[in-house]
C-alpha cells in the first residue's frame, strides 16, 4: 500500500500563485508516474497535471501555460505549482501515484490524466480562489 499526503492549500486571491506538495512513502521511480487531479462540488474528479517515469509531463488544456508538476525524488515528493489562479481553479485538489505493486499491475511509464489509470490517492488539500 502506498500513503499519499498533501499540503499546501488554502484561501488565495485570484492572480496567486500557491505550491501543493504531496510526499509518498514509496521512491518515485517505484511508481509508473503521478499526477494531480481536482474536484469541484458537482463536479467529477478530473486530472489537472502528470509526471511518467519516462520523463513525459501531461497538463490540461485549462492549467496550460499556468501550472507546472514536478518532483523531487529524494524526497519523495510530488509539486504543483499553480500561477495565475482563478476562481473556477477551486477545488479539492488530489495528488495520485500508479505503481506495479497491486493490480492491475501497470507497465506503462507515460504520463496519464484519467481517473481509472491511478492505484493511490491522497486525502486532498482544499484550494479556495477568491475573486
Known amino acids: 500500500q502506498v500513503q499519499l499526503v498533501e499540503s499546501g492549500g488554502g484561501s488565495v486571491q485570484s492572480g496567486g500563485s500557491p505550491r501543493l506538495s504531496c510526499v509518498a512513502s514509496?521512491?518515485?521511480?517505484?511508481?509508473?508516474?503521478m499526477g494531480w487531479f481536482r474536484q469541484a462540488p458537482g463536479n467529477e474528479r478530473a486530472g489537472v497535471a502528470s509526471i511518467g517515469r519516462d520523463g513525459n509531463i501531461l497538463y490540461a488544456d485549462s492549467v496550460k501555460g499556468r501550472f507546472t508538476i514536478s518532483q523531487d525524488s529524494a524526497k519523495k515528493m510530488l509539486y504543483l505549482q499553480m500561477n495565475r489562479l482563478e476562481p473556477e481553479d477551486t477545488a479539492m485538489y488530489y495528488c495520485?501515484?500508479?505503481?506495479?505493486?497491486?493490480?492491475?499491475?501497470?507497465?506503462?511509464?507515460?504520463?496519464?490524466?484519467?481517473?481509472?489509470?491511478?492505484?493511490?490517492w491522497g486525502q486532498g488539500t482544499q484550494v479556495t480562489v477568491s475573486s
Open positions: 495520485a501515484a500508479a505503481a506495479p505493486i497491486t493490480p492491475p499491475f501497470r507497465t506503462s511509464t507515460s504520463p496519464a490524466l484519467g481517473v481509472y489509470d491511478y492505484d493511490f
Open positions: 514509496i521512491e518515485i521511480i517505484a511508481t509508473n508516474y
